[in-house]
């Protein structure tokens, strides 16, 4: 037996970061009982993953882009998800490997298969799907809304 994995998914400003947040706030999960986490990030090296994703100044090529998010998921995965699963306490992350097959994948730069691309990401998260994945489907003007509403500038991620 081992804990539960669900993951939030959504466009960017859907509130799947707000939700969360409200559902620890609330009492709803017991940090005791949950592990929260989020991609690309989680551990030290997918941090810095993220920011170097993140930084404007940065153009990755399209497959390099991938393997980047692979590796971060990889390094969460293996540190945090499945020690937490194993000791029997659940994780919720902000989103998870469908994120990179839904960006990465639906821009046909990688020159890879869809069937191939599930492959490759289903090898670096070691089969670790998430048990449930909450959708937060948003209108595109209420995205367009919050967009407007954040005050930090938006990153090379954000911008794409």
Avoid at 105 to 112: R, V
Avoid at 134 to 147: A, G, M, N, Q, W
């Amino acid at each position: 037996m081992r804990g539960c994995y669900v993951a939030a998914e959504g466009l960017d400003y859907s509130g799947k970061t707000t939700q969360i947040r409200k559902l620890v706030d609330r009492g709803y999960l017991d940090m005791r009982d949950w592990m929260i986490t989020r991609e690309p990030g989680g551990t030290k090296f997918a941090e810095g993953i993220r920011n170097l994703l993140r930084d404007s100044d940065y153009d990755p090529e399209p497959m390099a882009e991938f393997f980047a998010f692979n590796a971060a998921r990889a390094d969460k995965i293996i540190k945090e998800v499945v020690p937490s699963l194993k000791r029997r306490k659940s994780v919720f992350s902000n989103r998870c490997a469908v994120a990179t097959y839904a960006y990465q994948g639906s821009s046909n730069k990688l020159g890879m298969s869809s069937d191939e691309m599930w492959e490759m990401c289903t090898r670096v998260i070691g089969g670790y799907w998430p048990d449930v994945i909450v959708y937060y489907d948003v209108s595109l003007e209420t995205i367009e809304v919050r967009k407007g509403m954040r005050s930090e500038q938006m990153d090379r991620i954000d911008q794409k």
